[in-house]
């Protein structure tokens, strides 16, 4: 018998928290949008690089790989991340994949929210934001051990995360491989 709870539980959990949000200008740490839909003080600012740790994993889906990638602010005040990050996939020898990227939530898409409020990290608090990410149809090379590389709304990059050994298949080698992700959302639990 083939256990897809784990999957079905993170696609649940994805499916529910998926939309659009505001981002931080090039460059620039910003503050935290005042909107309904955020609980965030005007005060916190945006997360930079150098308050982050991120850490992700991911696993097979009939075919493709559904997984994500957390996020630990290691700073001394709070922060927020909102929005669509950038994610690369990236080889075992530091190779760029080419992969197409997709915004919307993974899995399907069913009736995601229309926006999705800023999330604020705590210091000290590990794995207090969430980017779900689902690959599919990897018709390369096999790329050994992948990582991501995660950019922020503003260009700064978070080192290399490895998210396992192997790729999603290969399912149409005429059509480009793909990779769909969520905006940063609360983690599932």
């Known amino acids: 018998m083939v256990r ?11 499916l529910a928290a998926c939309g659009h949000g505001p981002q931080a200008p090039q460059g620039q740490r910003s503050t935290a949008s005042t909107s309904a839909t955020s609980t965030i003080p005007s005060s916190v600012t945006a997360c930079v690089a150098s308050e982050l740790d991120v850490s992700g994993s991911w696993q097979g889906a009939t075919g493709s790989l559904l997984g994500g990638i957390w996020f630990t602010n290691t700073g001394q005040e709070p922060c927020f991340l909102a929005g669509y990050l950038t994610i690369g996939l990236v080889n075992q020898r530091g190779q760029s994949l080419t992969v197409e990227h997709r915004q919307g939530p993974p899995a399907a898409e069913l009736n995601p929210p229309a926006t999705s409020p800023p999330v604020e990290l705590s210091p000290g608090n590990p794995k207090t934001a969430f ?22 709304a503003n260009g700064a990059k978070l080192g290399l995360e490895a998210m396992g050994v192997g790729s999603s298949r290969c399912d149409d080698p005429a059509m480009s491989s793909f990779i769909t992700e969520s905006p940063v959302q609360n983690p599932p639990s």
């Open 4 to 14: 897809r709870t784990p999957v079905l539980l993170l696609t649940a959990l994805v």
């Open 131 to 152: 980017v779900a990410l689902q690959w599919f149809n990897w018709c390369g090379a096999s790329p050994g051990t992948v990582s991501v590389l995660v950019t922020l």
